[in-house]
């Protein structure tokens, strides 16, 4: 007999346990190549140690990817959902920008001035993204980071506020949480962490509007930093309300409004900022922008700008603690330019919208048909199922949501059935070369492990 008392997620846990166990070992049967790689010479067996997180026996090791399929050394086509966790959202290598790529290859990598491309990419940004004073980045963290310092320079004030459970990078700023009793504490597990980060931080809830209006009315909070939806866990929606209320609270109080676009530029053309009409004073996006390459851009609305200018004419002479000699490069700028004019357009992202409703109303068939406790959530491209029964209002009930065990499963049992999707969260995002074909191997292979996993008798091994 079954023991259904102990379970995941819904599921009877040594069900799971039995099911995990068999696809693990198909998984490592079925890729002998990239079991003999030995990656020694990395630290901890990998070249980054979040590559540690994905659930499979040993890594598959890619050899090509294109459009939307990526090409192990075990000659496995596999349908790439995760897009390199948004990286690649918009395919991998878009020919555009693989172009442009190879045009300024041969004309130098790095300048530490400005190429003809940047001033086209300047007026690209504002066409998509809305009328701020742009800054190009290499990553999303780094534009964080130094719209950060910029907050705090025009305030004068030293702390920001983020909402628990959220994720900017690895911006250690920011790097806090809720603890017992509501109060803000260091997050739990940083590594290497001795600064109180609480000293320049403070967390509350998403969705929580009476929260944030009571962290800011101490008078010292700089900027409300944050996602138009929470994601890089289970996905949480914004309330209805909810941005209107920021904004009001951040003018009220004298705060700045950062926008983080880098995961919901899934939304649309312009991301959420722009199909929702928000007006935060500082905007920032990464991962995607630049089709791949390392790139992300942040900006400043007018009034922020002009605020940033005085106070960089007032400071003393010396470093500001902001830039890296390699961002703003002319490669950065001919794959911006490429990737907004050209890849990122309305046509792309309604393709990407239709087939991720498909994907959307096939998953939540599938999981209505099993009667799981889940349920799916959708931002644009990106779509998410949740190991809970209905959606989910902050961060708090987010971590409670995540299962890891059952996640896990069905992960390794997608790979083994033709389909990838993100490793740290349940996140399939579709591209502009996502085939509809694609989308529906997804869907069955997604119901073929949720009837075995939701099935009323233990299935036979």
């Not at 070249?47 to 000659?75: E, Q, R, V």
């Not at 966790?85 to 920008?97: A, E, L, Q, R, V």
């Not at 944050?226 to 705060?255: I, W």
Request: contains cysteine; neutral net charge.
């Amino acid at each position: 007999m079954e023991n259904t008392h102990t379970q995941f997620a819904g599921i009877p846990a040594q069900r799971l346990h039995d099911f995990t166990a068999r696809e693990a070992r198909r998984f490592a049967a079925a890729r002998p190549n990239a079991a003999k790689v030995q990656l020694t010479d990395y630290l901890g067996g990998v070249p980054l140690h979040w590559m540690s997180d994905w659930p499979m026996p040993h890594l598959p090791i890619i050899a090509t990817a294109k459009g939307a399929t990526i090409t192990d050394i075990d000659g496995y086509q596999i349908d790439d959902f995760c897009l390199g966790d948004t990286g690649s959202m918009f395919g991998h290598s878009p020919p555009p920008i693989a172009k442009a790529i190879r045009r300024q290859a041969r004309r130098g990598l790095t300048y530490m001035l400005p190429s003809i491309e940047a001033m086209e990419v300047g007026q690209l940004l504002t066409a998509t993204f809305g009328a701020f004073q742009w800054q190009i980045a290499t990553t999303a963290t780094d534009a964080n980071r130094f719209a950060i310092r910029v907050a705090r320079a025009v305030t004068g004030r030293a702390k920001i506020l983020v909402f628990n459970g959220c994720y900017h990078g690895t911006v250690d700023d920011v790097m806090v949480e809720l603890g017992a009793g509501g109060h803000t504490q260091n997050r739990v597990g940083l590594l290497g962490q001795v600064a109180d980060l609480t000293l320049g931080a403070v967390a509350c809830e998403f969705n929580d509007l009476a929260g944030v209006e009571a962290a800011l009315a101490q008078g010292d909070v700089a900027a409300i930093l944050t996602e138009p939806v929470m994601t890089n866990s289970c996905m949480v929606l914004p309330q209805s309300g909810f941005h209107a209320g920021l904004r009001d609270l951040a003018t009220k109080y004298g705060a700045l409004l950062m926008i983080d676009e880098t995961h919901t530029i899934s939304t649309g053309l312009g991301g959420y900022t722009r199909a929702h009409g928000l007006a935060p004073d500082i905007f920032v996006a990464g991962k995607c922008v630049a089709g791949g390459l390392p790139a992300a851009v942040w900006g400043l609305n007018a009034e922020t700008a002009a605020r940033y200018h005085g106070a960089n004419a007032a400071r003393p002479a010396g470093h500001s603690g902001m830039g890296t000699t390699l961002s703003a490069n002319p490669l950065q700028f001919a794959a911006l330019r490429a990737s907004l004019a050209e890849v990122m357009t309305n046509a792309a992202y309604a393709h990407m919208d239709k087939l991720a409703n498909t994907l959307a109303a096939g998953l939540s068939d599938v999981i209505a048909k099993n009667r799981a406790p889940w349920h799916v959530v959708r931002v644009g491209a990106r779509v998410e199922f949740i190991c809970a029964n209905s959606p989910l209002q902050n961060g708090t009930e987010a971590a409670a949501a995540h299962c890891p065990q059952a996640e896990a499963a069905v992960h390794i049992a997608l790979l083994n059935r033709g389909s990838l999707i993100a490793p740290f969260h349940n996140m399939m995002l579709i591209s502009p070369a996502t085939k509809k074909r694609q989308v529906k191997r997804l869907i069955a292979a997604f119901a073929k492990v949720m009837a075995e996993l939701f099935a009323p008798k233990s299935p036979s091994l």
